[in-house]
């Protein structure tokens, strides 16, 4: 398969967490850091991560590695990670914080994925991050996961439960 030849392993865990790197991954990009931090720590709890490249929509690389977004709403985006499965989205935001930032880093993220991992440092409480993320829902905002990343660490901060 042409897919994982373009992913090359980057570090690989005792209990079978793995991060891969795409070749295409810009990684003069401000974000790059923090998104493989991110993908370290999600390798660490025995995840496979991949870094997902930036690609055009018509190309042949695009339907390799975004082919289960094709029909959905997020079709045409390219989601910063991929983990097992499943698309996510890192959204960080230039200093200093606002918590307008933080609209727009949800708003921004649930565009491209419905997993979103924003960038936390130097913002806002765990009790106000929990309160917007679920007044964003009441408003028509979908989300599956969102994750807070601070100080090097992610954290949980909502998950869709089943049935919802």
């Known amino acids: 398969m042409v897919e994982t030849e373009k992913f090359k392993l980057h ?4 209990n079978g967490g793995q991060v891969l790197i795409h070749s295409l991954v810009d990684k003069k990009k401000s974000d790059y850091k923090a998104i493989l931090n991110i993908a370290r720590q999600f390798a660490k709890n025995g995840r496979i991560v991949k870094l997902t490249p930036v690609a055009h929509f018509k ?4 339907r390799q590695i ?4 094709d029909e959905t709403k997020y079709e045409r985006k390219c989601p910063d990670l991929q983990i097992d499965n499943f698309f996510y989205e890192y959204e960080g935001f230039m200093p200093p914080f606002r918590l307008r ?3 727009r880093m949800l708003s921004h993220g649930g ?6 991992v924003i960038n ?4 806002a409480s765990e009790t106000y991050l929990r309160r917007y993320i679920n007044s964003q829902i009441r408003q028509g905002a979908y989300f599956d996961e969102v994750w ?4 090097g660490k992610v954290r949980l901060l909502f998950k869709k439960q089943q049935g919802d």
């Not at 570090?11 to 005792?14: G, L």
């Not at 565009?111 to 979103?116: F, G």
């Not at 936390?120 to 913002?123: A, F, K, L, P, Q």
């Not at 807070?148 to 100080?151: I, L, N, Q, T, V």
Request: net charge positive.
């Open 59 to 62: 190309s042949e690389e695009y």
């Open 120 to 123: 936390n440092n130097r913002g």
């Open 11 to 14: 570090k690989k865990y005792k």
């Open 148 to 151: 807070a990343y601070e100080k």
């Open 101 to 103: 930032k933080l609209f």
């Open 66 to 69: 975004y082919g289960a977004l």
């Open 111 to 116: 565009k491209q994925a419905s997993r979103i």
